[in-house]
Nanobody
Framework: VQLQASGGGLVQAGGSLRLSCAAF????????MGWFRRPPGKEREFVAV????????YYADSVKGRFTISRDNAKNTVYLELNSLKPEDTAVYYCTTGRSTYYRREYDYGYWGQGTQVTVSS
C-alpha cells in the first residue's frame, strides 16, 4: 500500500493550496480517508476526515470553514483544499486511511503517506 501526498509549498498568509493524496495497492473506496498535520515542534494532529462515499466530512475546529476535504473514488485520490491560510497552518500534512469518521487520534488510523510540507509566511 502506498499513499502519495503532493501539492504542498510556500504560500503567503491568506493564500490557498490544494493537496492531493493518491492511493495505490488498496481498495480505496473501502476506507475512510483522513488528513493530519504535524506543526514544527509539535505532535501530529487531526485536520479532517471523509467517509467512504464522500457524503460525510468532519474537521478540526481550527480549520473549519477554511479547509475542505473531498475524494474521487474513481481516481483513488483524496484532496484537501486549504483556503485563508494562516502562519499557524504551517506543518507537514499527511493523508491516512481509517475505519470510521468517528476517530480523531492518529493511532486509530492505518496506512500513512510520506507527508507534504505546507509553509505559510506572514
Amino acid at each position: 500500500v502506498q499513499l502519495q501526498a503532493s501539492g504542498g509549498g510556500l504560500v503567503q498568509a491568506g493564500g490557498s493550496l490544494r493537496l492531493s493524496c493518491a492511493a495505490f495497492g488498496l481498495t480505496f473506496s473501502a476506507y475512510v480517508m483522513g488528513w493530519f498535520r504535524r506543526p514544527p515542534g509539535k505532535e501530529r494532529e487531526f485536520v479532517a476526515v471523509i467517509s467512504r462515499n464522500g457524503d460525510s466530512t468532519y474537521y478540526a475546529d481550527s480549520v473549519k470553514g477554511r479547509f475542505t476535504i473531498s475524494r474521487d473514488n474513481a481516481k483513488n485520490t483524496v484532496y484537501l483544499e486549504l483556503n485563508s491560510l494562516k502562519p499557524e497552518d504551517t506543518a507537514v500534512y499527511y493523508c491516512t486511511t481509517g475505519r470510521s469518521t468517528y476517530y480523531r487520534r492518529e493511532y486509530d488510523y492505518g496506512y500513512w503517506g510520506q507527508g507534504t510540507q505546507v509553509t505559510v509566511s506572514s
